[in-house]
């Protein structure tokens, strides 16, 4: 069964930093794309980054080049989403996500981590 479980969430003032974590248990991870999406109770879900299995190709929402990055621990099965010059804007709940290279949707999520930015 595949699990994902994230963490890091919290509160931060404006401009601070926050570290998710997402550790999954999928096998063997390099067989996933990973993603981060978000969601407010205002707002549908949202895409905010993405990275390929090898580690090296990264996507992003426009609203968080620059401020956000990307990576993956291959060996740790653990992906995270390094978040800089926070925003207001930026609060809601993260969610983790996983699809295997073969499909193109994401079929696995986690929990949702939260992340609160004061002004």
């Known amino acids: 069964q595949v699990q994902l479980v994230e963490s890091g969430g919290g509160l931060v ?4 930093s926050l570290r998710l974590s997402c550790a999954a248990s999928v096998r ?3 067989a996933y794309n990973m ?3 978000r969601q407010t109770p205002e707002k549908e879900r949202e895409f905010v980054a993405a990275i390929r299995w090898n580690g090296i190709t990264t996507t992003y929402a426009d609203s968080v080049k620059g401020r956000f990055t990307i990576s993956r621990d291959n060996v740790k099965n653990t992906v995270y989403l390094q978040m800089n010059s926070l925003k207001p ?4 709940v993260y969610y983790c996500a996983a699809h295997l290279l073969t499909e193109s949707e994401y ?6 981590t939260q992340v609160t930015v004061s002004s």
């Not at 003032?13 to 601070?16: C, D, M, V």
């Not at 804007?89 to 809601?92: H, L, S």
């Open 13 to 16: 003032q404006a401009g601070g």
């Open 28 to 30: 063997p991870f390099s």
């Open 35 to 37: 993603g981060w999406f």
């Open 89 to 92: 804007e930026d609060t809601a």
């Open 107 to 112: 079929k696995y999520w986690g929990q949702g």
